[in-house]
């Protein structure tokens, strides 16, 4: 079978722009199928499997969270770290308008708007992380280093398990 050709997503573009070595992966992609779907089909940890979140505070500033794929975030732990009264997901039209992404294919790298990036600080010390290339069914795989260094990624401690 031959490999699929690269989609020319904002995230692609913004890897080959800052010179960011990445490993593309392809998957089948499965609707509400998340990061389980991907890790399975990819035979990588779902640890590794980065997901790209979307929130916003009570004042409608929009976020990012990247988070463990078997985890969740402590939005009241979020909250006190920012603090904010409260932070929610943001829904789906609101993730596009911010992104330039659907959901299911939201990557940090690339985004429409410039928006600050919460890190889960043990995604920090994985050898490689598998994160949203800005395609439904597409990943990247890259060293996590480049999210701080690229992203001004902001360590915060918030996964709880899923």
Not at 15 to 43: D, V
Not at 89 to 100: E, F, K, L, M, S
């Amino acid at each position: 079978m031959a490999r699929p050709e690269i989609p020319a997503t904002g995230a692609v573009r913004f890897l080959k722009a800052h010179q960011i070595p990445f490993e593309p992966l392809f998957y089948k992609y499965e609707e509400h199928g998340g990061t389980a779907r991907a890790s399975s089909e990819l035979h990588v940890p779902e640890h590794s499997v980065v997901k790209t979140l979307v929130f916003e505070t009570d004042a409608r500033k929009p976020l990012v969270v990247l988070m463990h794929g078997d985890c969740e975030v402590s939005t009241k732990q979020l909250a006190r770290i920012l603090g904010v009264k409260h932070v929610a997901p943001c829904d789906p039209a609101t993730v596009q308008r911010h992104t330039g992404y659907m959901i299911g294919g939201v990557s940090p790298f690339g985004t429409r708007a410039a928006l600050p990036v919460y890190v889960e600080t043990t995604i920090l010390s994985l050898p490689v992380i598998y994160i949203n290339g800005g395609k439904r069914g597409f990943l990247v795989a890259v060293s996590p280093a480049i999210v701080q260094q690229h992203l001004s990624g902001m360590p915060v401690d918030v996964a709880i398990p899923a």
